[in-house]
């Protein structure tokens, strides 16, 4: 059974980064499409950006600016770099597995999700 736990959220300035992670267990990382979206309060779920099995990656929007995203094989893990966060960046952020990013990821795509992981930045 596939598992993702998010982690490395947490409060931080305008401006400032964090690195999020999503340690995968029961399943090789590298054979899966890994999304991370994002919800805020009041909103609906979005995209963030993909990784697919092949190491292609995809940004939705403007994201591409200021986060990457990236996997480490041997850790079995994914991470979502995020630099000059800003306020409107405050949300829940989850990973999830999937079988593509195709052109454009969609939460459907998706059937593993993580439990998220809060963050909080300030102005």
């Known amino acids: 059974q596939r598992h993702l736990v998010e982690s490395g959220g947490g409060l931080v300035q305008t401006g400032g980064s964090l690195r999020l992670s999503c340690a995968a267990s029961?399943?090789?990382?590298?054979?899966?499409?890994i999304g991370w979206f994002r919800q805020a309060p009041g909103n609906e779920r979005e995209a963030i950006s993909c990784?697919?099995?092949?190491?292609?990656?995809i940004y939705v929007g403007s994201n591409k600016d200021r986060f990457t995203i990236s996997r480490d094989k041997g850790k079995n893990t994914a991470y979502l770099q995020m630099n000059s966060l800003k306020p409107a960046d405050t949300a829940v952020y989850y990973c999830?597995?999937?079988?593509?990013?195709?052109?454009?990821?969609?939460?459907?795509?998706?059937?593993?999700w993580g439990q998220g992981t809060q963050v909080i930045v300030s102005s």
């Open positions: 999830a597995s999937g079988y593509g990013c195709y052109s454009n990821p969609r939460g459907p795509d998706f059937d593993t």
């Open positions: 029961g399943f090789t990382l590298d054979g899966y499409a």
């Open positions: 990784i697919s099995s092949d190491g292609s990656t």
